[in-house]
C-alpha cells in the first residue's frame, strides 16, 4: 500500500493548483487499440535466497495471473460504475473501469510495466519507490503480506494477491525504462476525503475479489467485497486469522 510514491497536492491552495497542473502530463491519453504486450515477470530481489524469494515470486506471479484474468476486466468495470469517482491518482485524471482494466492488462498504447524487484520489509507499511539497499527502485512488502500470502486461509491469502496487484499498478509507466508513476496514491489520505477513489486500490481489491470469486468464496457478491476491501484505502479488518 505505497503512499510514499506519485505527487502530494495536500498544502495551500496556489501550491495545490500547481500540483495538480504538474499532474496533468502524467495523465494517461486514454485510446481504444488493445495489443496486450505480456507484462514481465515479478523477480524477488537478488539478495533474497531460497523460500523468501520463491514465496514473492510466486505472489506475484499469481496477481499477475489475475489481472489478466477476462473475469477481472469485467469485475472491474461493474464495480467501477459503482464508484463515484475513480482517479489514476490523488487529484488525477478520472478513468473509466474499461481504460483502466486496458492500462493494467497490458493492452494500452503507450504504455507498459517496468520490472522492479521485489522484498520483504522487516517492518512499516508496503512501498515502491528508491532503495537505498539495492541502488534501485524496488518494491518493498510489509511483514503482514508475508504472513497473509503463508495462511492456511484462502481468505487471508486473498489479501496478499490484493497487496501485489496493488504494487504492480505502480509500475506501470509510459516512459520505460523509467518509472513516471502514472498510477499513483500519494496523498490519497487527504483526497478520499473528497470522495476520491483510486485506481491503485480498486484494482487490488478487485483482484483480491476475483481471486476469491475463482475459489468459490464471493460468497458476499462482489460489491459487497469490493467495499470490505476498500476502493480508496485497503481495509485489512477482514485479513486477520
Ligand atoms: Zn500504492
Do not use: K
Not at 486461509?153 to 508513476?181: G, K, Q, W
Request: charged share 20%; hydrophobic share 45%; with cysteine.
Amino acid at each position: 500500500m505505497g503512499i510514499r510514491i506519485g505527487f502530494a497536492c495536500t498544502s495551500a491552495a496556489l501550491a495545490l493548483a500547481a500540483c495538480q497542473a504538474s499532474q496533468m502530463q502524467f495523465e494517461p491519453a486514454l485510446t481504444a487499440a488493445p495489443a496486450r504486450p505480456a507484462p514481465p515477470p515479478v523477480r524477488a530481489a537478488a539478495t533474497l535466497e531460497g523460500q523468501e524469494a520463491q514465496q514473492i515470486e510466486a505472489l506475484f506471479a499469481e496477481a499477475q495471473r489475475v489481472l489478466l484474468l477476462p473475469a477481472f476486466a469485467r469485475n472491474l468495470a461493474v464495480v467501477a460504475q459503482e464508484v463515484d469517482d475513480l482517479r489514476v491518482a490523488p487529484w488525477g485524471r478520472r478513468i473509466a473501469g474499461e481504460d483502466l482494466a486496458r492500462l493494467v492488462q497490458g493492452g494500452q498504447p503507450g504504455f507498459s510495466y517496468v520490472a522492479v524487484p521485489v522484498r520483504w520489509l522487516s517492518g512499516g507499511t508496503s512501498t515502491i519507490g528508491w532503495d537505498r539497499a539495492l541502488d534501485a527502485i524496488s518494491i518493498r512488502l510489509a511483514p503482514e503480506v508475508r504472513t497473509h500470502w503463508r495462511s492456511a486461509d484462502a481468505r487471508v491469502r486473498s489479501c496478499a494477491v490484493n497487496s501485489a496487484a496493488h504494487e504492480l499498478t505502480h509500475t506501470i509507466t509510459r516512459t520505460p525504462p523509467v518509472l513516471d508513476y502514472t498510477i499513483a496514491d500519494r496523498g490519497f489520505s487527504f483526497a478520499r476525503h473528497f470522495g476520491q477513489h483510486f485506481a491503485s486500490y480498486t484494482v487490488g481489491a478487485v483482484a483480491q475479489c476475483t481471486w476469491l470469486e475463482e475459489q468459490g468464496l464471493l460468497v458476499e457478491g462482489l460489491a459487497a467485497c469490493v467495499r470490505t476491501y476498500g476502493t480508496n484505502r485497503f481495509r485489512t479488518d477482514d485479513c486477520e486469522q
